[in-house]
């Protein structure tokens, strides 16, 4: 993506950097405590997932939902907008 200045640039490289892995060593990694329980529903998802296969939804809703923390970060999100990048 383009940011409009340096420092909105600098800010998205640091985020990005957050979510990669600073070593492959499994005793440095980062475990940040589960918040959400892992058998809760979410009847949001038979709303935002149409019956119709070929109804159009918005994917980013549903991988907002799934992820942990709702923390999500596109590298370009702007680019191939059918696709989450």
């Known amino acids: 993506g383009s940011y409009p200045n340096d420092v909105a640039t600098l800010c998205a490289m640091r985020t990005l950097l957050d979510y990669l892995l600073s070593s ?3 005793s ?3 475990v ?3 918040t959400d329980d892992p058998k809760q529903s979410v009847p949001l998802f ?3 997932v149409p019956d119709n296969p070929n109804m159009p939804y918005n994917m980013k809703d549903i991988v907002r939902k799934v992820l942990d923390h709702g ?3 596109e ?3 702007e680019h ?3 696709i989450v990048t």
């Open 71 to 73: 923390s999500m970060f």
């Open 75 to 77: 590298i370009q999100p």
């Open 28 to 30: 440095t990694l980062l």
């Open 32 to 34: 940040r405590p589960i």
């Open 46 to 48: 038979d709303r935002l």
């Open 80 to 82: 191939a907008k059918n």
């Open 24 to 26: 492959n060593d499994a």
